[in-house]
């Protein structure tokens, strides 16, 4: 039977001043130790739905469960959830905080209060699975965009999440670039993390994702495995969501 590790039921989401939703009664359900790919013309709402899902945003009506519990917005409560779900914004610019690598990424560690050695342990562990040992002590600005996704991705993982969310992960990254960082996520799901990406790359999400999930004015319109969803042409094209070999 499969379990889901985050549900959203029937859930809203208004940004102030619009006078649409921008989540519109979302049923979703992710399941558990799954590569799942979410898909959509901009404006569908992608985003919104990953900053729910890591409590940065509450909804307004419907509900929002992990494993199988509602989420809780207290502080105590917020802090847990963003531990087991991790997020990777669109820009690493916006999760670089502090100066060096090694600082960057031992960050969140210590936000948590954790015993210094057990720290230092993570860290390096970190600097050694995303292959930055040698930028340890570089200073974040002078990195390329693909080390500093490297870095954003580090910086979440070092607090060993069960879902990583990611955000158009291999937006402006150039071929070498994508593929290293595709290398370092098979690497985490094979490690037992749930992945979750939305991309527009729908070549990449063909050949990598296990589970599909196409969206569409805050809604979910299909879902299934991607040979699947991408047999639907019809429903596809309407979306302006076709690749070139379909």
């Known amino acids: 039977m499969q379990e889901f590790l985050l549900e959203f039921q029937q859930v809203f989401y208004q940004y102030s001043g619009s006078q649409e939703f921008t989540i519109n009664n979302l049923s979703l359900k992710i399941p558990k130790q799954k590569k799942c790919a979410l898909i959509g013309q901009n404006g569908c ?22 494993c199988g519990q509602p989420l809780h917005y207290d502080r105590n409560s917020l802090k847990i959830l963003r531990q087991k779900v991790g997020l990777i914004f669109q ?3 916006q999760q670089l ?3 060096t690598v090694e ?22 562990q970190a600097l050694r699975e995303f292959d930055l040992t040698a930028l340890a ?3 974040v600005h002078h990195l390329s965009l693909g080390q500093k996704r490297r870095v954003s991705i580090a910086d979440v993982m070092v607090l ?25 996520l098979r ?14 790359d729908l070549n990449l999400v063909y050949n990598w994702a296990d589970w599909l999930f196409v969206m569409h004015q805050g809604r979910l319109v299909l879902e299934g495995e991607p040979q699947d969803v991408f047999s ?8 302006e969501l076709t690749m070139s070999f379909l």
């Open 45 to 66: 709402g992608k985003t919104t739905l990953f900053l729910l899902a890591n409590g940065l945003y509450k909804p307004h009506a419907g509900s929002i469960l992990w």
């Open 91 to 93: 820009d690493p610019e």
């Open 97 to 99: 905080v502090a100066a």
């Open 103 to 124: 600082e960057d990424i031992s960050y969140g560690l210590c936000n948590l209060g954790l015993p210094t050695a057990e720290i230092q342990t993570r860290v390096k």
């Open 137 to 139: 002590e570089k200073p």
């Open 160 to 184: 060993q999440p069960e879902l990583l969310v990611l955000d158009e992960p291999t937006a402006y990254l150039d071929i070498k670039h994508t593929r290293k960082l595709m290398a370092n």
């Open 187 to 200: 690497n985490i799901h094979q490690n037992g993390t749930t992945l979750l990406m939305a991309t527009h």
């Open 232 to 239: 639907q042409r019809d429903i596809l094209e309407e979306l």
